[in-house]
């Protein structure tokens, strides 16, 4: 419930901030006003919130788990982070509000996707017949750019960073689409062939981001920071010479093993993690290791039983005919060890575990 | 302009050997006779030899012709019925042959320049040739009990269902698989369809989650209950257009691991054909979907988690086809006004049509027919079945045009065979020696068709002799349009119809195909196999090249450029088509050039078809018998009398001449390297 209100929280920014914007009319060839905004409003909430749920789903067995807290990313908070963590969150959140308008797209629920036809200056029916629509993918880029974009007001090097996070989540959309073909010539020969580009699973943009994270680059930008106009030039430089499809960070994240309400991190004591298991990845079963090993926790097996539906008989759609089963489960949960020789040891792992993000 | 004197054979009295002798008058060989173009002496001959009877073939015995005529008596048979018209298989004094080097050249360019511009306007005027369009399905929930008949779903705009935006709603609300319609209005929001847009066919994608406990079966089977509407304006009703069960096979497969870490990723599922309409007449049409389950009959049990239904429609852009048709509009009279020139000039002559002549004005008339823009009717009518017309005109064309090359190749190998016989005549028994071992392999090739042919020598010339080699173009050209039928013909019917959708209907269409693919294999072979023959027997002949007199050995040679040309000219074409299909299915599909955008497909298609229309008007223009013949019958007459003093009054005049205008000889010879290579 609380991450719902989160994302209507951010719609209403967004809302807000459109108004009060005059830069629209430049690019405004879809729209007419705020009351636009409004048919995509509920698309962006619910794109915001997929690229959320997408953030939780990959950061589940990581030190860091995409709180909710994450999705703050309004320009009025001055606390705002610039490290990795925030430029995953940037990227996802604007590759799910473009995924999720180039989808429902699809749906019909828009009026004018991919039909701005702005190389022509001409609006629907005579570019379409002559030529088509352009993707819808680039309808949706394009409204995402306006929307995700508009959060970042400053001009300062975390914009900047967001800026370019929020485009190498656009572009990781586009990079992960796929390219299908069907020929259709005489007698369905290849002579005449069409080929279009795919959305692919949501899923597929999170692992792809998911991996620029762990490559996303260090830029040092914060020290010597004014808002002069030669330091901002030289952010522009900045950033644009990194490839756009990378995520970029200012700052190095804190350690997420500790709870520090100051930036409301909630550290990982309590948390569960997965040990043993005949179909887990590499990450996934150093998972008890990262969490609580390396953080100075002891991993404590809990057993449960568990009640959950069995032999099921399923149809394509909603019905469920099932049995009840209880099973016991192992789970395993990170606690905290008695007295001083855990911290001690937490403070020699975290050494390590620094020194093994230098890597990177 | 250049002329040239082709070899011609004339009654002369029987000596030595006895049977059937070959003979060539001595005063043809003079310089005289350059005036003098094959055809013309091919009806003096017929006028003074042949009588009422047709021409006839007088074979005169060269010197040591009697050493070996036992030996030789079959392959001379052989020859005899090469040799019954003078030049019976090559059009002799085609105007490619006369033209000089500078006109040639001129053709060449205008011809080259015409080819530039239909690809221009392909790349730059075009838009691309085809568009897809995304739907995804709108879930309707069908909430009267009793199902209406009549009742459509619209998935948006006024009057749309009621939707449900995931199953998990339809869980809570206790919704059952029947009573879920998906709903795809086609074109989305603020669009119309337009018979512009010629045809539509729509493919569909099932988004199937995985379960560990509800996976796809093995060979599972999807049933569709799908019906579709059009209307043409935006209040009025929907008609029904169609209305069809369908069965579609699952072909999907989980690339990742089959863990419950990984519930809820989609199956990676091929493209199902879903549907094609051949004309787009109506501005809007309606898609409804059901799939029924019926757990008693096993019917869309085991097809695990339908997430979402998607479809792309894909229709060609109504830009493409206005500039298609104006290209077809264009080329329609073109190709019409050269081919009545050609065949013009064929009727002018005395003789009837040689086959290779009959040949290419049957490759202009099927040009002709696919260049004809019926396709402007599809505009103003229903026309569900152009589609399928189109498709039968261009296998028409295309099997025509292989029959072309086959029969070009052919008739030329035998041209070549003419050959031999005239290394004989003119006496030299080292000729007729080194002529032997190719008359005889001459015979054992050709193989029994020949044999035959000498029983009825009114069977030369014809197209049963390439029976073996027309026939698998016919055969694969019948089963491509059986299949055809079956798919597009069915289609006319019921647009849902897949081929592909049954067992057996997928095994006849691969049958189908793989019978069409081998006779394909089967003409390349023979293809390839008389090219190789005619480019040996040029080799072979060309060593008796010098020995020759000048004007027979400038017919051989134009035979020989006449060959290598079309032969270079076909490459060309055919390596170009290659090439192009190569890059505009690789490419992206457009090129962005400056400020421009090149639409590499729409170039593809635009600059492929004018080559092909510029492929068969060059042919039919350069290939057409010379105008020059007519009128020189006088001077005909006196090459036959064979007046020696005017000969050698005029002798010299003409060497220099020759010199002058050496340019053709020279490209012969470069083509001739060029065709080698």
Not at chain 2, 233 to 249: G, P
Request: a positive charge; proline letters at 3%; aromatic letters at 12%.
């Amino acid at each position: 419930m609380f991450m719902h209100l989160e994302v209507f929280y951010y719609v209403f920014i967004l809302l807000a901030h459109m108004r009060s914007c005059y830069c629209w009319s430049v690019n405004n060839f879809l729209m007419t006003g705020p009351k636009a905004y409004l048919i995509y409003s509920s698309s962006v909430a619910a794109g915001a919130q997929s690229g959320i749920e997408e953030c939780k789903y990959q950061f589940a067995w990581d030190r860091w788990n995409c709180p909710e807290r994450a999705l703050q990313l309004s320009t009025h908070s001055s606390l705002r982070s610039a490290n990795r963590e925030t430029a995953f969150v940037h990227a996802i959140s604007s590759a799910g509000v473009m995924y999720t308008l180039t989808r429902n797209c699809s749906l019909g629920d828009f009026d004018n996707c991919g039909c701005d036809d702005s190389r022509n200056g001409q609006r629907g029916g005579h570019g379409w017949l002559w030529g088509g629509c352009s993707d819808n993918v680039g309808f949706g880029e394009a409204i995402s750019k306006q929307f995700v974009d508009a959060l970042e007001t400053g001009q300062d090097a975390r914009a900047a960073m967001n800026l370019h996070n929020n485009e190498a989540g656009r572009k990781a959309v586009k990079g992960t689409m796929q390219r299908t073909c069907k020929c259709h010539g005489v007698s369905g020969s290849c002579t005449t062939q069409t080929c279009w580009l795919q959305l692919p699973e949501f899923r597929e943009v999170g692992n792809y981001l998911k991996e620029k994270y762990h490559r996303a680059l260090k830029v040092d930008l914060l020290r010597g920071a004014g808002n002069s106009a030669a330091s901002r030039g030289a952010i522009a430089e900045t950033f644009s010479s990194i490839s756009r499809k990378e995520l970029v960070h200012l700052e190095d994240s804190p350690d997420y093993c500790l709870e520090n309400r100051t930036l409301g991190l909630p550290g990982t004591e309590g948390r569960e993690c997965l040990k043993k298991g005949k179909n887990l990845n590499k990450w996934e079963k150093r998972s008890c290791k990262r969490l609580c090993g390396e953080c100075g926790l002891a991993v404590e097996e809990r057993k449960a039983e568990m009640v959950s539906s069995c032999n099921c008989k399923f149809h394509w759609c909603c019905a469920v005919k099932c049995e009840q089963c209880r099973k016991t489960v192992t789970k395993y949960f990170c606690v905290k060890k008695g007295g001083q020789r855990g911290r001690n040891e937490s403070a020699g792992s975290r050494r390590k575990n620094l020194r093994l993000r230098k890597k990177h | 302009m250049r002329r040239r004197c082709a070899p011609h054979v004339l009654p002369a009295p029987a000596s030595g050997c006895s049977g059937i002798k070959l003979s060539a008058t001595r005063s043809c060989d003079s310089w005289f006779f350059f005036f003098f173009p094959p055809p013309f002496e091919v009806e003096s001959q017929e006028q003074s030899g042949g009588g009422g009877g047709g021409p006839t073939a007088r074979v005169v015995s060269a010197g040591g012709c009697s050493l070996f005529s036992s030996t030789l008596s079959r392959s001379f048979v052989a020859r005899r019925d090469f040799s019954l018209q003078p030049f019976p298989f090559a059009m002799a004094g085609a105007i490619i042959e006369n033209m000089s080097t500078k006109k040639l050249v001129i053709v060449g360019v205008i011809l080259l320049l015409f080819q530039a511009f239909a690809f221009m306007v392909g790349g730059l005027i075009a838009p691309s040739p085809t568009t897809a369009v995304h739907y995804l399905a709108t879930k309707c929930v069908d909430t009267v009990k009793q199902r209406q008949e009549t009742k459509w779903f619209m998935p948006w705009g006024p009057n749309q269902c009621d939707k449900i935006r995931t199953f998990d709603e339809a869980m809570a609300k206790k919704i059952e698989a029947n009573n879920i319609v998906f709903a795809v209005h086609i074109p989305l929001p603020n669009k119309e369809m337009s018979s512009w847009f010629q045809f539509m066919l729509v493919i569909l994608q099932f988004d199937i989650a995985f379960r560990m406990h509800n996976q796809i079966k093995d060979g599972a089977l999807v049933t569709i209950d799908v019906s579709l509407a059009y209307r043409d304006d935006t209040i009025s009703k929907w008609t029904e257009m169609a209305h069809s069960f369908e069965q579609r096979k699952l072909s999907c497969n989980f690339t990742t691991t089959k863990t419950s870490e990984n519930e809820g990723r989609h199956y990676e599922c091929d493209l199902l054909p879903f549907m094609e309409v051949g004309s787009v007449a109506h501005k809007y049409y309606l898609l409804n979907i059901r799939l029924p389950i019926n757990e008693r009959k096993n019917i869309n049990v085991g097809i695990g988690e339908i997430k979402d239904i998607r479809l792309v429609s894909i229709h060609q852009n109504g830009g493409f086809t206005k500039v298609w048709f104006a290209m077809k509009t264009f080329l329609t009279p073109s190709i019409l006004i050269i081919m009545i020139w050609y065949w013009r000039r064929i009727t002018l002559m005395s003789r009837p049509p040689v086959l290779l002549e009959k040949v290419i004005l049957a490759l202009g008339i099927s040009m002709t027919f696919i260049n004809i823009p019926v396709e402007w009717f599809s505009i103003g009518f229903n026309w569900t079945w152009m589609l399928l017309f189109g498709d039968i005109r261009q296998g028409i064309f295309y099997s025509m045009l292989l029959s072309f090359w086959i029969i070009f190749c052919g008739e030329h190998l035998m041209g070549t065979r003419l050959f031999a016989a005239w290394s004989l005549e003119r006496g030299q028994v080292k000729m007729c020696e080194s002529g032997l071992p190719t008359i005889t392999e001459l015979v054992t090739e050709l193989g029994s068709h020949l044999t035959n042919n000498l029983q009825d020598q009114t069977e030369r010339n014809r197209l049963s002799v390439y029976w073996k080699q027309v026939g698998p173009i016919v055969f694969g050209s019948f089963c491509l349009f059986i299949f055809d039928m079956c798919e597009r013909g069915v289609q006319l019917k019921n647009p849902f119809y897949s081929i592909w959708a049954s067992e057996v209907g997928t095994e006849l269409a691969m049958a189908f195909i793989i019978v069409a693919g081998i006779c394909a294999c089967l003409y390349f072979l023979f293809l390839c196999f008389m090219v190789f023959q005619v480019f040996r027997n040029i080799s072979g002949k060309r060593t008796s090249l010098p020995a020759m007199s000048k004007a027979r050995r400038l017919h051989y040679e134009g035979l020989i450029f006449r060959f290598k040309f079309l032969m270079l000219v076909t490459l060309t074409c055919a390596a170009m088509t290659v090439i192009f299909f190569i890059i505009s299915q690789v490419n992206g599909g457009h090129w962005h050039w400056g400020e421009h955008t090149v639409q590499v497909n729409s170039a593809f298609f635009t600059g492929i078809y004018g080559m092909w229309n510029l492929y068969v008007f060059a042919i039919m223009f350069l290939y057409a018998p010379s105008h020059k013949r007519y009128g020189d019958e006088q001077s005909s007459g006196q090459c036959i009398t064979g007046d020696a003093g005017a000969n050698s009054g005029e002798d010299n005049q003409l060497t220099t001449t020759i010199t002058h205008v050496d340019g053709p000889t020279e490209i012969y010879k470069m083509i001739g390297k060029e065709a080698q290579e």
